[in-house]
C-alpha cells in the first residue's frame, strides 16, 4: 500500500517561514492535500490539488508537490498556526485514502 | 451551509459492535461521497473507508475488512459505520467527513467527531 512520510515535528518563531514536507514514492504523480488540525477539533481542509488554497485560508499557505517530496508552506508563521498537518492522497490502484502520520508546529 | 452531525460518545465492552450515524445538511446527500476517519488517542488521523451514497458502492482499508460496515439512508441523508469485535485498539474518535462525487479527491467538511471507548 501507498506510504506517505512526514517529520513528527516543525518549529518556527513568529513571522517565520515554516515547511511542512510529505514524501511519497513519484507523489508528484498525484494530487496531495493539506490538513489543519487544532487540538481538540476535527481536521480543516487547508490546501487542495497540491496547490489550491481553500475559501477563507490566508494567503500564507501555499503548496508544492514535485518528485517525491510535496510540501506546505506557512509564511509569517504566526500563534494561531500551532497545530497538527496532515497530508493525504488518493491511492488509485488500491481506491484508498491514505494520510501521512503529520506532523506537530510549535511556535516558538 | 453544509453540516456533518455525528451521534454520541460510545462505551463498549470488548468483542461488542458499535454503530455510528453521521447526518448530512445543506448539501445534495448523493453529489458526494462520504469517508470515514479515525483518530486514537495522540495519534495521526486513519482512513476507515468510504461509501457513495447515490450507489451504495463502498471501499474498506485493508485493516478493517470483515469488521467494518458503512452504509447510507438517502432518505433522511445519514450514513452509518458500524465496526465489529470491539478491541481496546478501537478506542478512538470517530470522524465523517465529505468527500468528492467519486472519494478520490479531498474531504472538505468534517463531522464533530464521535468517541467510541472500548473497555472492559
Known amino acids: 500500500s501507498y506510504v506517505l512520510t512526514q517529520p513528527p515535528s516543525v518549529s518556527a518563531a513568529p513571522g517565520q517561514t515554516a515547511r511542512f514536507t510529505c514524501g511519497g514514492n513519484?507523489?508528484?504523480?498525484?494530487?496531495v492535500h493539506w490538513y489543519q488540525q487544532r487540538p481538540g477539533q476535527a481536521p480543516v481542509l487547508v490546501v487542495y490539488d497540491d496547490s489550491d488554497r481553500r475559501s477563507g485560508i490566508p494567503e500564507r499557505f501555499s503548496g508544492s508537490n514535485s518528485g517525491n517530496t510535496a510540501t506546505l508552506t506557512i509564511s509569517r508563521v504566526e500563534a494561531g498556526d500551532e497545530a497538527d498537518y496532515y497530508c493525504?492522497?488518493?491511492?488509485?490502484?488500491?481506491?484508498?485514502?491514505?494520510f501521512g502520520g503529520g506532523t506537530k508546529l510549535t511556535v516558538l | 451551509q453544509v453540516q456533518l452531525v455525528q451521534s454520541g460518545a460510545e462505551v463498549k465492552k470488548p468483542g461488542a459492535s458499535v454503530k455510528l450515524s453521521c447526518k448530512a445538511s445543506?448539501?445534495?446527500?448523493?453529489?458526494?461521497?462520504i469517508h470515514w476517519v479515525r483518530q486514537a488517542p495522540g495519534q495521526g488521523l486513519e482512513w476507515v473507508g468510504w461509501i457513495i451514497p447515490p450507489s451504495g458502492d463502498t471501499n474498506y482499508a485493508q485493516k478493517f475488512q470483515g469488521r467494518v460496515t458503512i452504509t447510507r439512508d438517502t432518505s433522511s441523508n445519514t450514513v452509518y459505520m458500524e465496526l465489529s469485535s470491539l478491541e481496546s485498539d478501537d478506542t478512538a474518535v470517530y470522524h465523517c467527513a465529505r468527500g468528492n462525487y467519486d472519494s478520490t479527491g479531498w474531504a472538505d467538511f468534517w463531522g464533530q467527531g464521535t468517541l467510541v471507548t472500548v473497555s472492559s
Open positions: 445543506g448539501y445534495t446527500f448523493t453529489g458526494y461521497s
Open positions: 513519484n507523489i508528484g504523480s498525484k494530487s
Open positions: 493525504q492522497v488518493w491511492d488509485s490502484l488500491t481506491d484508498h485514502v491514505v
